[in-house]
């Protein structure tokens, strides 16, 4: 068992900046490709980003490109998610998952969910 908690949501306003962080436990001997997604109130849940183990590979949602950074500390069983430039389409509920492969993540085959943080963005 593989078990994720997220951490660093919170309320932020149009133009700013926050950092969240998926720190994992149990069975993290195995290696994952670990991801974010988000989903809003009466929203299907969205892919945001991805990263191969050991961070060499980085994938991103189109509406993410450019302002997200999904980096990873291996050592510390921690990938994070770094925002910026956030807006209020932004806002949601962020899930940290992991699966074996990074086209796992892609395909949404998601072996382990967070519990999820909410992000706000305030106009």
């Known amino acids: 068992q593989v078990q994720l908690a997220e951490s660093g949501g919170g309320l932020v306003q149009t133009g700013g900046s926050l950092r969240l962080s998926c720190a994992a436990s149990g069975r993290t001997s195995r290696t994952y490709a670990m991801g974010w997604f988000r989903q809003a109130p009466g929203k299907e849940r969205e892919f945001v980003a991805a990263?191969?183990?050991?961070?060499?590979?980085?994938y991103y949602g189109d509406s993410v490109k450019g302002r997200f950074t999904i980096s990873r500390n291996d050592a510390e069983n921690t990938v994070y998610l770094q925002m910026n430039s956030l807006k209020p389409e932004d806002t949601a509920v962020y899930y940290c998952a992991a699966a074996t492969t990074l086209e796992l993540v892609r395909a949404r085959r998601i072996a382990y969910w967070g519990q999820g943080t909410q992000v706000t963005v305030s106009s």
């Open positions: 990263v191969s183990w050991g961070g060499g590979m980085q």
